[in-house]
């Protein structure tokens, strides 16, 4: 029973290398609920837990598309539907004049869609999480390197998981709290 | 180990051997190319005979220049990943003196045409240009006059020259500089490389504008851009970067190349690609919109001829095939790194390249009435110029390519570019 | 088809043959510093007493800002008349200044986009520090069009909002681009930035001691917290951000050169003003940079961060586009022969000896000719030199604009309506006052914000390399 309260296991590794590899472990070993806590982007991570490329890009692709178009469009209905008037000798819409903004709304939402993306597909912000209850997990984003694996993942169980996270070099191996 | 070692030079050997007779028949293609334009030069309508062949011309030094400026960009940043690319670049600057060659043909051909019958009109002051609507000769265009002391024979001669001796040089130097070191492993060859990019991308910045604003711009001597040394330099890069796509593919095909060229390499090559894809559009597009822009006669006429007949539908193709098909293409992730749809996206970008030096340079020969003498297409002359200078360009390749090691073996960064991962 | 990953017949003997000489990489963070030190160096500016020379400086800069508030108040009550423009030149310094300040701006998107697509790992000691530069620049830049458009309580026409008027913004005025484009800039430059500083910020938050730093750093580090599955798509979209960001930092200098070139005054209308602003931008831009940077580098002891091989790799781009912009110079005065248009080539004699040859002159030394030092080693090791071929370089760049500006309207087409332009006091102090705010809001990042990307530093470190021990364990 108490045990379901439990999050999870976390186990500390020391540096990159060894993180990575005990990763490729625990991937092996066929987890899905689990996370690698790095204080930056360790090279090759993503391979190593067997993660997907990142959806981000699609976020990106429909913000600058809504902001060519949308830029476009607002150009047209302004300046040669709403208010036609000739200015400059200029036609009252031509995608030469109008391109410049436009562009620049597509970099905008472009823009807006990678950031809102990111945090969408992150969860965040979440300002709690139980990885930040455990004390040293603060050295996460100094100089330390961990493993969690949550408890509802269905491969897990406590003693196995504990066994091999510390056979595959993880120190301190403790449970995190919910 | 003896027996395999000596299986491997027999496989050598006869790869070496398939190599030479595949660079003889390109030879014998293109001299036989060569001098059948030697003959529409003669028989055939010259201007447009020798518009063609310029156009042939360009398009192979376009590549060769590109790679060229690839190869001392490498340097200059002391890129790791490019090492494996960079010795089939180097094998193709070997093109410039035989580019040179021919180049010199069509110039003497255009020195001593009958009249109107040259490329370059202001070389002839009996040659006709329309001015202010009126047909008149070059001795009566005030114009010329005004630049006579550029645009004259003698001195477009000597810059020729000079622009070829640049060229070659500085390709010479570093290519000797990087085979070298191939015996020697010494790695102050990687400093002579970087001192002579680094001096090379100066002289040849300048020899490439000023080669770009006498031998095409030039053709319509009275319009003028400072833009248009930047253009021909996008557009050779775009080229080149296709190019070496195109080559590296074969070379993995043909064998050499096999688990040195990998998906990484290609991934980037595609990159650099994407981003001069946009840069040729944002070049192309400033000089566009700022003549459109202001709309002043004197300038925006050359893109008004281009609007005239079947040009206008050129223009839009090169927008939407030479600009937005590809960056679109190269957008995603999965286009740059599966060799066959790289291969086809390096085509197409060639192909419109070549259009896009269609467009530059073939309206230029003007009729009475002020547009253009030419609509667009491709005659037979044009295909025999392409291929004949192309067959030279793939032999100078081939032979340069049996003489030495298929990479930079001994390169300080050949090890990071053999690793090399996205 | 060809098949790149298949492994049956690679040619093994050729990659047997590679070995390379010896020429090593020079290393981006000196004396094997290890993650922790990094993480105390960086945070230990935010984190450490206030230093004297901090309130100092604060306090002198908040004056000198003062200039530009007291000069912008009294020209929106009295008018535009107090500064120097009439007939013919209605466009003076605060274009000047404009262009000036945003142009510094667009090093800090260079070498955070740029580099960062081209993987130049030497970037990340120095791109946080780029970023918020080109914000302060930006923040610098925007006054000048804002206050100069004469009725500042009608900017908000600029804006595409219905007005009681029922007119929209007119979108074929160069002017209106700039107001998306700068807007754009601004706005994605701090987006740019802020991403970027999540992940420190969340080292600052798990140092900090007091409630207070808890709840600020907490609450703008989003609650991040290292998960890998975060850092996957956060390094993606960083990335897609730097790709984003660099074709708008080329469109931001374009547009700003739209401002002149689709206008049919001699030497401003030339089709190469887009490439040629972009490159002066970016060199002016580099030259604040290392103005910045090298004082900060002695002040915090960071030698082992920004090593002489950063230094290098600046001096080397501001050399490169210093001699872009030589080369715009050289062919638009070859052009503007060429092209046999009176009224072009007037222009360009008369800037190189007109009465504004005084100003032309010091653009060619400091912009062409100044950085062309930097070819020397010598030169480049030393950072005094480097700081003073700096300054050269940022006067020279100010000194680019003005010749623009100011040479093409003082003479135009009509001999008739030439003039000479003088600025006036408010003029210059407005200006002068920008540097104030600059070095403000610059000094309140330097203490509260993480000066450097922390989590970028170690991740290019070798140790950072995941086959760092396995090689090192081979030996």
Partial sequence: MSQEKKYGLIAEFETPGAVMHAAEKVRDEGFKHWDVITPFPVHGMDQAMGLNRSRVPLFTLVGGAIGFFGGMLMIWYM????????????????????????????????????????????????????AMKHEAVARASDDRFYIIIESTDPRFEVKTATTMLKEIGGQNVTQLED | ???????????????????????????????????????????????????????????????????????????????????????PMEHATTIFPWIGAVFFVLLFFSLFASVDDGIWKWMNEDNTVIVAGETATVEEDVLYHHKSAYLNNAFFFLRTLLYFGIFIGVATILRSA??????????????????????????????????????????????????????????????????????????????????????????????????????????????YFLIWNANIPEVTYWYVNREYGNWWWVGLALLFCHFFVPFLFLLFYQNKI????????????????????????LPAKHAESGWPYYSFGVSFWDVTAFVGIGGICVWAFVKSYLSQKPIPIRDPRILESLNHHE | MISLEET?????????????????????????????????????????????????????????????????????????????????VNWGWAIVNFVFWIGIGHAGTLISAILCLLKQNWRTSINRA???????????????????????????????????????????????????????????????????????????????????????????????????????????????????????????????????AVSLIPGWHTTIFPPYFVAGAIFSGFGMVLTIMLPLRSIYGLHDLITQYHIDCMCKITLATGSMVGYAYAIEFFIAWYG???????????????????????????????????????????????????????????????????????????????????????????????????????????????????AEIKAVTPQADPHHHDQGGSH
Avoid at chain 3, 34 to 54: A, K
Avoid at chain 3, 63 to 75: A, C, D, N
Avoid at chain 3, 143 to 159: D, E, K
């Fill in chain 1, 79 to 130: 300046n040669a539907y709403d208010y036609p008037i000739v200015v400059g000798g200029k036609p009252m819409f031509s995608p030469m004049y109008a391109f410049p903004v436009s562009y620049e709304l597509t970099i905008l939402l472009a823009a807006f869609g990678t950031i809102i993306g990111m945090f969408l597909l992150n969860r965040l912000p979440m300002h709690y999480h139980p």
């Fill in chain 2, 1 to 87: 180990m003896s027996t395999s070692g000596t299986k491997e030079n027999r496989s050598d050997d006869t790869r070496k051997a398939a190599g030479e007779g595949f660079a003889f028949k390109a030879l014998l293609i293109g001299g036989a190319g060569l001098l059948l334009t030697l003959l529409g030069l003669l028989v055939g309508d010259s201007p447009r005979v020798g518009l063609g062949t310029l156009i042939g011309l360009t398009f192979w030094l376009s590549i060769g220049l590109g790679m060229w400026f690839l190869i001392m960009l490498f340097h200059l940043f002391d890129a790791g990943w490019s090492t494996v690319v960079r010795r």
């Fill in chain 2, 178 to 287: 990087s085979f070298r070191q191939d015996g020697d492993g010494d790695g102050a060859w990687t400093t002579v490389c970087r001192k002579w990019s680094a001096a090379g991308i100066i002289l040849g910045g300048l020899a490439a504008t000023f080669a770009s604003l006498d031998w095409i711009m030039s053709l319509e001597f009275h319009w003028f851009s400072t833009i248009f040394g930047v253009w021909f330099f996008s557009g050779a890069m775009r080229a080149a970067l296709a190019a070496t796509v195109i080559v590296c593919l074969l070379l993995v095909y043909v064998g050499s190349f096999r688990g040195v060229f990998k998906q990484s390499h290609l991934y980037e090559i595609g990159r650099v690609s994407l981003a001069f894809t946009i840069f040729w559009a944002y070049i192309a597009f400033s000089q």
């Fill in chain 2, 338 to 361: 599966r060799p066959g749809r790289m291969l086809f996206i390096s085509i197409w970008i060639l192909a419109f390249h070549l259009l896009d030096l269609y467009f530059n340079i």
């Fill in chain 3, 8 to 88: 049956k017949s690679v040619n093994e003997s050729l990659i047997r043959e590679a070995r390379p000489a010896s020429v090593p990489r020079r290393k981006l963070v000196e004396n094997d510093r290890d993650f922790n030190w990094i993480t105390e160096r960086v945070c230990g500016i935010v984190e450490g007493g206030t230093p004297t020379w901090w309130w100092v400086c604060l306090l002198v800069s908040g004056f000198v800002s003062l200039f530009t508030v007291i000069g912008t108040i009294y020209l929106i009550a009295a008018g535009v008349g107090v500064w120097g423009l009439s007939n013919p």
């Fill in chain 3, 130 to 260: 780029a970023e918020a530069m080109t914000i302060f620049a930006v923040v610098c830049a925007g006054i000048f069009p804002l206050i100069h458009v004469g009725r500042v309580w009608f900017a908000w026409w600029l804006f595409p909002i219905p007005n009681a008027n029922e007119i929209w913004p007119q979108f074929r005025s160069p002017l209106l681009w700039d107001v998306f484009a700068v807007s754009t800039y601004g706005t994605v430059s701090l987006l740019f930035w802020y991403v970027g500083m999540i992940p420190d910020l969340a080292t600052l938050r798990d140092r900090a001691k007091t409630r207070i730093r808890q709840v600020l750093y907490g609450f703008f580090a989003m609650g991040w917290r290292g998960s890998h599955r975060h850092w996957s798509n956060y390094e993606m979209a960083y990335l897609l951000l730097a790709g984003l960001a660099t074709p708008l930092v080329l469109s931001v200098h374009t547009i700003v050169s739209f401002d002149f």
């Fill in chain 3, 340 to 454: 046999a248009n009176d009224f072009e080539s007037f222009a360009f004699i008369n800037r190189a000896f007109g009465p504004y040859a005084w100003a032309y002159w010091i653009m060619i030394t400091c912009n062409v000719i100044s950085p062309q030092l930097f070819w020397f080693r010598k030169v480049r090791e030393n950072p005094a030199a480097v700081w003073i071929i700096c300054i050269f370089v940022n006067i020279g760049m100010w000194f680019e604009r003005f010749v623009i500006v100011v040479t093409s309207l003082s003479r135009d087409f009509l001999p008739t309506s030439w003039g000479y332009y003088s600025p006036t006091v408010v003029d210059i102090m407005t200006y002068v006052g920008t540097f104030g705010i600059f070095t403000f809001l610059f000094l309140l990042f330097l203490r509260f914000l993480p000066l450097m990307a922390m």
